[in-house]
């Protein structure tokens, strides 16, 4: 078992939803509530990285993140490192990645929201933000955590992207995905096997835990 990459796994899986628990919120309940010129553009804009093979959205992020790009420059201009295969490229290719994993699910539990709700608020005085915490809130949280789920699911077992942009250094950018590649090459096949496993029982998990949700959701407005 490689300790380490299991480390950075779940170091990249828990940066990644922290991350992107506020941008999925704001993203989500906008694209949810608001009607607006080109909206079908920006939500499959969001949805690329859905359908875009894993190495050629990591070849892209590579490119963007290397010293001759804009990017790139700026990033080693203020940290005087390069963003490319350290970890905090790693951590913007997996934001990148799991854009739509996190914005769609919230999306459709603000639209579930029954509409009615909401106005009955308005018409009682409450304001945007109130309405906001008290009801967009609490009701939506099923599609919330959905989202925040399958993106750190997704985040543990992607491997194009991690391996185009991270490269394979141990403790730094070497995730759980890509140490199994490295076994599988070593002909490990008990290390493999074991670190595939894990993986196994951690993406039955969270689906276990999306179908749940995806159930709680169903339940309530029938």
């Known amino acids: 078992m490689d300790w380490p990459a299991l480390v950075v796994s779940l170091k990249l899986g828990v940066a990644t939803i922290l991350v992107l628990l506020p941008v999925g919120i704001v993203c989500g309940r906008a694209l949810a509530f608001n009607r607006f010129g080109g909206k079908g553009f920006v939500e499959a804009l969001l949805a690329l990285p859905l359908v875009l093979p894993p190495t050629v959205l990591g070849y892209y992020l590579l490119v963007a993140f290397g010293g001759d790009a804009i990017l790139g420059r700026i990033w080693q201009a203020i940290s005087g490192h390069t963003l490319a295969f350290s970890f ?11 854009i739509p994993f996190v914005i769609q699910p919230m999306q459709r539990g603000f639209e579930a929201i029954p509409v009615e709700v909401r106005e009955a608020a308005a018409c009682s005085g409450l304001s945007p933000w109130r309405v906001f915490l008290t009801i967009d809130l609490p009701l939506a949280w099923p599609g919330i955590i959905t989202g925040l789920v399958l993106a750190f699911a997704h985040t543990l077992g992607e491997f194009g992207v991690v391996l185009m942009v991270g490269g394979n250094i141990a403790g730094e950018t070497r995730t759980i995905s890509v140490a199994i590649y490295d076994r599988v090459q070593a002909f490990d096949n008990y290390a493999a096997g074991v670190m595939s496993a894990l993986l196994l029982a951690l993406s039955l998990l969270a689906l276990s835990i999306i179908y749940l949700l995806s159930s709680r959701i169903g339940r309530r407005y029938v």
């Open 88 to 98: 905090h490229g790693l951590l913007l290719a997996s934001l990148i990645a799991n």
